[in-house]
């Protein structure tokens, strides 16, 4: 069998999410160097205050100030900070239940070192310089020899209150699409369309994933198809896609290269878009040093039969 | 109404650290053609299918769309998916098969964890406001928990490291786990939890068949019968909860039924050392009876699989007559968030 392809693959977003009545209290207090949490049904106040009662699922709305100070309930001693976590130094991961909270807040404890932190240890929030109403205004927690610090007096009303967060995501991998799909690309690095046929139905699909769908067999049996096929359906395309540079309008089309029992898609080129058509002969036009056709044009060929094609629509 | 259903079938892949040759589907479809084949049937046989798996993992998207060619979805099958461990996708077909619109089920589940870093890719299921964007890996979250366990007198290190030693010497026997004998206890991974306490990345899949009264019988020589199963979740907020134990474990079981006698054996899915003591605790197992023979997901943890292979496991030791009343736990989320325990019996023989 030949190597298997990998490659990098990063997936990235900027998640936008917008904030209820409670957490946006509560992130715009950090903006302003406020703690707030929040009064459940049963008297207790919880921070991070969220929306609706663990317990009783209630909706919670009586806002409450805490102290910036208070004490580890448990901790981890993280030695190799990752992408993304607060410190880049080593650092304890700590649950704090700051003072006047009956829950505690998940963050990260700048220390010296492991032998420096211990549950009960009493701490306080480090501010981040710049803030912006995220969680991320705690820079991290700091030891904190000392009584519970004096509450600001807020009610959790601020001026500008930050109604949403962008939180940035990041997954890096290393991609591998497994062996029939590693010989398809393979194979079109010879310029040739590799499918793979059915043990059981023996239909040729491209490209092949492994598997026949129909039948739930392996399809391991290669069958060279094309380069020719015709088109089976088609649509135009009349908005510029961000990244892509090719005029509009063009035709995106379904093509069943020939031998093969199942569409693929691709670009059709070398005529005008309005003259496509169903049953149009193409052919592939690859560019040099591409991995893949560029596009299909036509091949002058009379149209194919709908007979020829239909049960590939 | 209510119909006696039984798990009639089991089958799982062996779990590696990478499938870089295979994709999904391929990784799959070998598990789902031995289970179907140790019961005879053939997937238009099958009235009802459910997976379990997380597009996350491998970061592909509709993976689960794909995976379905090797089911062999044509002409269109009765289906569902469920983005979590393919315990919670029995869960479905089992309450599927209650309503009497299908006598079989077939469960599958799969992940493939080695393209992408699993620890990061596992932060994204967190809080999204107030946790995800400190991206706490699922080591660190597990060493929070252990450190409490620590701190309240439930447990040690050393106790911790016996824990690992014990699960991966008889994962020796298990010919599917991912690490199987003696490995060193090893140096911290987040403090107090060393490799050793920590469960193998890893790839895999499993799938189980279920069926209803006579076609139970008919498919398996002893059938294990679900007894009851129950899955309950804890609040979302880590510092919320009490991470020593574990109530949802408690009242899933209770639930269950796992209370009103005792069981011979269990499955308890415990990624990390520490959540085997806090499991026990809930689940009120004392030293009679065998825990994880398996070896547990300590020796082998597919992501969205483990769960499953624990329900899969503890059936499997019914059907060879090895167990007449046996308790599945499978977990999801960090710190044992999540929790759904199966209790399964055999027939006298
Ligand atoms: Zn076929």
Not at chain 1, 72 to 98: D, K
């Amino acid at each position: 069998m030949s190597e298997v392809l990998k490659a990098p693959l990063v997936v990235e977003f900027p998640f936008t999410r917008s904030l209820g009545p409670v957490q946006s209290a509560f992130l715009t207090g950090l903006r302003e160097r406020v703690v707030l949490g929040v009064r459940a049904s049963d008297g207790r106040i919880l921070v991070p205050p969220v929306e609706y009662d663990p317990t009783t699922a209630d909706e919670l709305r009586d806002l409450v100030e805490v102290a910036p100070t208070g004490t580890v309930t448990t901790w981890a001693w993280n030695h190799a900070p990752r992408r993304g976590q607060p410190l880049t130094t080593p650092f304890a991961w700590v649950l704090v239940r700051l003072d006047g909270s009956d829950t505690a807040l998940l963050h990260a404890l700048d220390a010296p070192g492991p032998d420096a932190v211990h549950t009960g240890l009493r701490v306080r929030i480090r501010w981040a310089g710049e803030r912006t109403g995220a969680i991320t205004d705690i820079a991290c927690f700091e030891p904190h020899d000392g009584e519970p610090a004096r509450l600001t007096g807020s009610t959790g009303e601020f001026a500008d209150p930050v109604g949403g967060i962008v939180a940035a995501a990041r997954l890096d991998y290393t991609y591998s699409p497994g062996r029939a799909q590693t010989a398809y690309i393979n194979s079109l690095a010879d310029r040739r369309t590799v499918g793979e046929r059915c043990p059981s139905c023996r239909k040729v699909y491209v490209p092949p994933r492994g598997a026949c769908p129909t039948c739930g067999l392996p399809t391991t049996e290669q069958v060279e198809v094309g380069p020719r096929g015709t088109v089976t359906t088609f649509c135009i395309v009349n908005i510029k896609a961000k990244n892509l540079d090719i005029e509009v309008p063009y035709v995106y089309a379904h093509i069943a290269l020939d031998g093969a029992d199942l569409a693929l898609h691709a670009r059709i080129g070398g005529i005008p878009y309005d003259q496509v058509r169903m049953g149009l002969r193409v052919e592939p036009v690859w560019t040099d040093g591409a991995r893949y056709p560029d596009h299909y044009r036509p091949t002058g060929e009379p149209d194919a039969d709908y007979d020829a094609y239909k049960e590939l629509l | 109404m209510t119909r006696d259903i039984a798990v009639v079938a089991f089958a799982q892949t062996d779990v590696r650290r990478t499938t870089d040759e295979l994709s999904e589907v391929e990784m799959l479809m070998p598990v789902l053609h031995s289970v179907l084949d140790r019961t005879g049937l053939k997937t238009a046989d099958i009235g009802f299918t459910c997976s379990g798996s997380s597009d996350y993992l491998a970061g592909r998207a509709f993976s689960f769309t794909l995976a379905l060619d090797g089911v062999g979805a044509w002409p269109p099958i009765s289906e569902s998916h469920v983005e979590t461990d393919g315990a919670w996708a029995l869960y479905e077909a089992w309450t599927k098969l209650l309503t009497g619109d299908a006598d079989t089920a077939l469960v599958y589940s799969y992940g493939k964890s080695s393209p992408g870093s699993l620890r990061d890719v596992l932060t994204r299921q967190l809080d999204p406001y107030y946790v995800a964007p400190l991206w706490p890996d699922s080591v660190a979250l597990a060493a929070l928990q252990a450190q409490a366990l620590i701190d309240a007198g439930d447990t040690d290190e050393s106790a911790l490291a016996a824990i690992g030693t014990r699960s991966r010497r008889v994962a020796t026997l298990n010919s599917h786990a991912q690490i199987r004998g003696p490995v060193p206890q090893g140096d911290y991974v987040v403090r107090p939890l060393r490799t050793g306490d920590c469960p193998p990345v890893g790839d895999g899949a499993a799938a189980v068949i279920l069926a209803a009264g006579e076609r139970a019988r008919e498919l398996c020589s002893r059938p294990a019968w679900i007894r009851g199963i129950d899955h309950r979740i804890e609040a979302h907020s880590l510092g919320v909860r009490d991470l020593t134990d574990s109530p949802s474990t408690r009242l899933a079981a209770e639930r269950a039924g796992a209370f009103e006698r005792p069981v011979d054996t269990a499955e308890l899915h415990a990624p990390f050392s520490a959540q085997e003591v806090v499991l026990r605790k809930a689940l009120r197992l004392d030293d009679s009876v065998r825990v994880n023979l398996s070896g547990g997901a300590i020796a082998a943890n597919p992501m969205m699989a483990a769960g499953l292979i624990r329900v899969g496991e503890a059936a499997a030791r019914v059907h060879r007559g090895e167990s007449d009343r046996a308790l599945a736990h499978a977990t999801s989320g960090p710190c044992l968030q999540q929790n759904l325990v199966a209790v399964l019996e055999g027939e006298p023989r």
